[in-house]
Nanobody, 120 residues
């Protein structure tokens, strides 16, 4: 059974930090890219960051560049999203997803999502 399980969300004050984790199982982790997406109330889902498990190449949306860092522990089949200098506009449900490549818009597997709330 394929599973992507997010953890680490919660409530934080503006300027604070959180680290999200995405634990993957049920598929060959090294064959996939893992992306972090977010969706705020009333807004469309947007991609925040992505990492290629095979070569470690990373990508960031302009809105998070310089504040968020994505990393992967292939031994644990887990991807992390370190979020620093958080802003109220980062408030959203964050999802991790597995796809064939960070530049490929198709994602095969999705997590259930986790809430991140940044208070002003």
């Amino acid at each position: 059974e394929v599973q992507l399980v997010e953890s680490g969300g919660g409530l934080v004050q503006a300027g604070g930090s959180l680290r999200l984790s995405c634990a993957a199982s049920g598929f060959t982790f090294d064959d996939y890219a893992i992306g972090w997406f977010r969706q705020a109330p009333g807004k469309e889902r947007e991609g925040a960051s992505c990492i290629s498990s095979s070569d470690g190449r990373t990508y960031y949306a302009d809105s998070v560049k310089g504040r968020f860092t994505i990393s992967s522990d292939n031994a644990k089949n887990t991807v992390y999203l370190q979020m620093n200098s958080l802003k109220p506009e980062d408030t959203a449900v964050y999802y991790c997803a597995a796809g064939k490549g960070c530049l490929d818009p198709r994602y095969d597997y999705w997590g259930q999502g986790i809430q991140v709330t940044v208070s002003s």
